[in-house]
């Protein structure tokens, strides 16, 4: 008797474990080029277009973002680090650096998106707050990137759908 009750308190372990495993193994991997498809994005300009490089390795992401609009193109970079840690960074604008913040970058509970959390004390503007969720569909090919925002002008919302080129 006591040999089934050891045999199975190890069993539900390895299936624990396996579990621990698998939802660590299950965090996804943004890395590739995207291009937006503004007509399932939501909340943006119509004449804004976007366009993505993600380079991930682990829990860092690298990312260089290239906005069109009809006044032209600029390029912003930045970098996440999803291990939960608050860390300084850069707002960037149109035309650079424009304040400072503070950012915390993790995985949800799940592990299967990225949360971002920040705070930013911008230069003319005053402060912001910002939260992103990055989410990759089933097929690896759709991004999804929800953005709400707060600042002098209130709440804004947006949603950004990415497809992988």
């Known amino acids: 008797m006591k040999r089934k009750i050891v045999a199975g308190g ?4 390895l299936v624990a474990l396996s579990l621990v ?3 660590a193994a299950a965090k996804p991997d943004f890395s590739g080029k995207w ?3 503004k007509a399932k994005s939501e909340g943006l300009p119509p004449n804004m277009d976007q366009a993505m490089t993600v380079t991930q390795t682990g829990d860092k992401i690298e990312l260089e973002t290239k906005i069109t609009t009809p006044n032209g193109e600029r390029v912003i970079k930045d970098s996440y680090t999803a291990d939960g840690k608050e860390t300084d ?7 650079g650096a424009m304040g400072k913040g503070k950012r915390t970058t993790k995985w949800s509970a799940d592990g299967a998106a990225l949360e971002v959390s920040e705070t930013a004390t911008l230069d003319g503007a005053g402060e912001v707050s910002a939260t992103r969720k990055w989410s990759l569909a089933a097929d690896g090919k759709t991004l999804t990137v929800e953005l709400n925002f707060s600042g002098e002008q209130g709440m804004q919302k ?3 759908v990415f497809v992988k080129q």
């Not at 190890?10 to 372990?13: G, P, R, Y």
């Open 10 to 13: 190890f069993a539900a372990s």
């Open 21 to 23: 495993v698998a939802s």
């Open 35 to 37: 291009v937006m498809d």
């Open 89 to 95: 960074f850069t707002p960037q604008g149109p035309q």
């Open 158 to 160: 947006t949603k950004r």
